[in-house]
């Protein structure tokens, strides 16, 4: 199901064939750092640049005798070159070229995430602009609570995504680092100005210090921030699923024709696109605990990441890509019911309008305490019905002491709680 979505961009890059052209390019700019350096004859370079190239089946067929694909991979290439193969890894230990390339896949996998993200919250901007006033019960233990707006809703939303885009921006750009530095990290065979010219072709920067391998916590930290990607999203999922709840009924996903949502009950219109969201983050956040588990490596190297690696860093990216593309999905469907909205504020005779209440009786009667039981005892009443909390406030001897029927009425007005809404769209957009 994911690949259907994220084949032909986020799939492609992590295919076996795009691992190896990754691979060839590192070993391609090393061999342009040596030729500039003069350690390879230019002769050579414009050699290996023709006919430099590799044969899937062919690495296969090696590393089946080998049982090392870094090796395969070299004598594949080399009997495409010719004798001037010679050149290519020169000086080089596996990882400078496994680590490098992977840098280089992680950091077009991120580019790929990053349009959807901000496809994404252009998304959630114009919808909070569009309900920037529109009411929406607001709910605190899943219990209705004061009046707020759908726009707010949006826009913690916006703001949510915008720190997980900023997070997930900076940690690709730790991870976007190159390091041909041998077997150990010294340099001892290959000079420190051959990984600077060479990660200069590539677009990447360098590894101040590295051992055999690039660290593992800007892998740790660039998979951390992709399940915290997922949760938000699974977050704005979970909002969307209570909304759509049958009693609730003021969002939803859309519904296609001729789409169908049990193969029992005809009636059903299910949140399973954003049930699938829920899902998928938890894969990823799963993923974020193996990539911190690499951290920890022995030495200058050992290859305890590597399997684990070769799971969760295309996993994580295509999950993240794919979920993305379902929320721009729903975003783009998503189905809201203002009327509805408006019904459940006035539920109970607009029981959510009690702390209004509260607060005038307190001011009027002097004490907070006796205030908050005068009001307390009529908001109880109005959930066992079947009148409704503001006809109740009036019947009630104690508060019409102190209130009157218009100034009850005040209390019930919904402009009150949205007078605000614009200063904080201001702090936002």
């Known amino acids: 199901m994911i690949s259907r979505y994220t084949l032909p961009q986020m799939g492609e890059l992590w295919s076996e064939k795009s691992k190896f052209r990754h691979w060839l390019d590192v070993e391609l700019a090393v061999c342009r750092a040596m030729a500039q350096a003069g350690i390879i ?15 899937v089946s062919r690495i296969n067929e090696i590393e089946a005798t080998t049982n090392h694909d870094v090796i395969s991979f070299l004598t594949s290439v080399s009997e495409f070159v010719g004798p001037d193969a010679k050149y290519i890894h020169f000086g080089m230990t596996s990882s400078d070229m496994l680590d490098t ?17 901000v496809a994404a919250l252009d998304k959630i901007k114009n919808l909070a602009l569009r309900h920037k006033m529109t009411p929406i019960i607001g709910r605190t233990h899943g219990v209705i609570a004061e009046p707020t ?37 010294n340099f001892a065979n290959i000079d420190p100005k051959i990984e600077a010219a060479a990660c200069r072709f590539l677009g990447l920067k360098v590894d101040k210090v590295s051992t055999q391998v690039i660290q593992r ?27 759509q709840r049958t009693e609730v009924g003021e969002m939803a996903e859309g519904f296609a024709r001729g789409q169908k949502g049990s193969s029992a009950m005809p009636h059903k219109r299910n949140p399973i696109t954003a049930e699938r969201l829920t899902g998928i983050a938890r894969v990823v956040r799963g993923y974020s605990l193996a990539a911190m588990e690499n951290i920890p490596l022995w030495h200058e190297r050992d290859i305890a990441h590597s399997s684990v690696e070769r799971i969760i860093i295309p996993d994580s990216t295509i999950i993240v890509d794919y979920g993305l593309k379902l929320f721009n999905d729903i975003l783009e469907r998503l189905v809201i019911d203002e009327k509805r909205m408006l019904e459940n504020i006035y539920r109970y005779g607009g029981i959510v309008f009690s702390q209004r209440v509260l607060l005038l009786l307190t001011d009027k009667l002097g004490s907070r305490d006796r205030a908050y039981l005068l009001v307390q005892r009529n908001a109880m009443k109005a959930y066992e019905g079947p009148k409704g909390f503001q006809d109740l406030l009036k019947e009630d001897r104690d508060i019409r002491h102190y209130l009157s029927e218009s100034e009850i009425d005040s209390c019930f007005d919904l402009d009150y709680y949205l007078r605000n809404v614009g200063k904080i769209f201001k702090r936002v957009f």
């Open 101 to 117: 390339a992977l840098s280089l896949q992680m950091k077009k996998a991120a580019a790929l995430i990053d349009k959807k993200i």
């Open 217 to 243: 916590d800007r892998h740790g930290s660039y998979i951390s921030a992709l399940a915290l990607l997922a949760s938000s999203l699974e977050k704005f999922a979970t909002e969307i699923r209570n909304l």
């Open 41 to 55: 004859p230019h002769r050579a370079l414009r050699n290996i640049l023709k006919k430099a190239d590799f044969d």
């Open 149 to 185: 707006t759908l726009g707010l809703k949006f826009a913690v939303w916006y703001t949510e995504l915008e720190r997980g885009r900023e997070r997930f921006r900076q940690a690709a750009e730790d991870c976007a680092v190159g390091a041909i530095s041998g077997a150990v990290g």
